[in-house]
C-alpha cells in the first residue's frame, strides 16, 4: 500500500526565514510526486511534479527536490502569502494507467511579518 | 478559461439520507477524480472516471458510488448518510493520464455536514 508522510505537521516562521518541508514517501512502483498548496476553504492548488530522483523544480520562491524515499519543498525568505498548507501526494505506475494520488495529510505553514 | 466547477458548495443532511454531487471539469478534461477530505484522514480517493468509464477505486464502502456523463461532467452519490462521511469532497480534473504537460486541478469543493 502507498503511504505519504510529511513532517512537520504544523510551521511557524518569520518573514524572510527559509525552511524545508519533507515529504517521505513508499510506493511499489512511483510515476510522480507531486506538490499542492491549500488554502482554507479552497481546493488544492498545483505546485510541482517530479518524476525521477534527482529532479528539481522552482517556482517563485518555493524549490522542490526528490530522491527514491523522500522530497523536499524549500522555501526561501517566504512572505506571508506564502502560508498555507501544504500537500504531497503520489501517483503509483502500477494503478492500471489512472490518475489515483496518494496524499499526505499536510504541512501548515505560517509565516509572519 | 473556466476552472473545476462544484455543486453545491454547501450541504446538510440528515443521517441515512442520500446526496448527489457535482462537477463540472475543465472544458476538454475527460479525467474526473473525486476525493474526501477530512481534519483526521486528510485526502482519501474514492474513485476516477475516464471516457464515462470508472478506470480506478478507492477503499470506500459501497455506499460511495459516482458515474461520468459524455460531456465529462461527473456526479458522485452517497446513500444511507453516515455522520462519519462529514466531509469536503473534492474533484479534479485533467486532460488524460497525469504526466510532464497534464496536471490535475481541483474544484472547491462541496462541504458536507451530515447531522
Known amino acids: 500500500e502507498d503511504q505519504v508522510t510529511q513532517s512537520p505537521e504544523a510551521l511557524r516562521l518569520q518573514e524572510g526565514e527559509s525552511s524545508s518541508l519533507n515529504c517521505s514517501y513508499t510506493v511499489s512502483g512511483l510515476r510522480g510526486l507531486f506538490w499542492y498548496r491549500q488554502d482554507p476553504g479552497k481546493g488544492p492548488e498545483f505546485l510541482f511534479t517530479l518524476y525521477s530522483a534527482g529532479e528539481e523544480k522552482e517556482k517563485e520562491r518555493l524549490k522542490a527536490t526528490l530522491t527514491k524515499k523522500e522530497s523536499f519543498l524549500h522555501i526561501t525568505a517566504p512572505k506571508p502569502e506564502d502560508s498555507a498548507t501544504y500537500l504531497c501526494a503520489v501517483q503509483n505506475i502500477l494503478t492500471g494507467g489512472g490518475n489515483k494520488l496518494t496524499f499526505g495529510t499536510g504541512t501548515q505553514l505560517k509565516v509572519e511579518l | 478559461k473556466a476552472g473545476v466547477t462544484q455543486t453545491p458548495r454547501y450541504l446538510i443532511k440528515t443521517r441515512g439520507q442520500q446526496v448527489t454531487l457535482s462537477c463540472s471539469p475543465i472544458?476538454?478534461?475527460?479525467?474526473v477524480s473525486w476525493y474526501q477530505q477530512t481534519p483526521g484522514q486528510g485526502l482519501q480517493f474514492l474513485f476516477e472516471?475516464?471516457?464515462?468509464?470508472?478506470?480506478n477505486k478507492g477503499n470506500f464502502p459501497g455506499r460511495f458510488s459516482g458515474r461520468q456523463f459524455s460531456n465529462s461532467r461527473s456526479e458522485m452519490n452517497v446513500s444511507t448518510l453516515e455522520l462519519g462521511d462529514s466531509a469536503l469532497y473534492l474533484c479534479?480534473?485533467?486532460?488524460?493520464?497525469?504526466?510532464?504537460?497534464?496536471?490535475?486541478?481541483f474544484g472547491q469543493g462541496t462541504r458536507l455536514t451530515v447531522v
Open positions: 472516471y475516464f471516457s464515462e468509464t470508472q478506470r
Open positions: 479534479a480534473s485533467s486532460l488524460g493520464l497525469l504526466g510532464p504537460n497534464t496536471e490535475a486541478f
Open positions: 472544458s476538454g478534461h475527460r479525467s
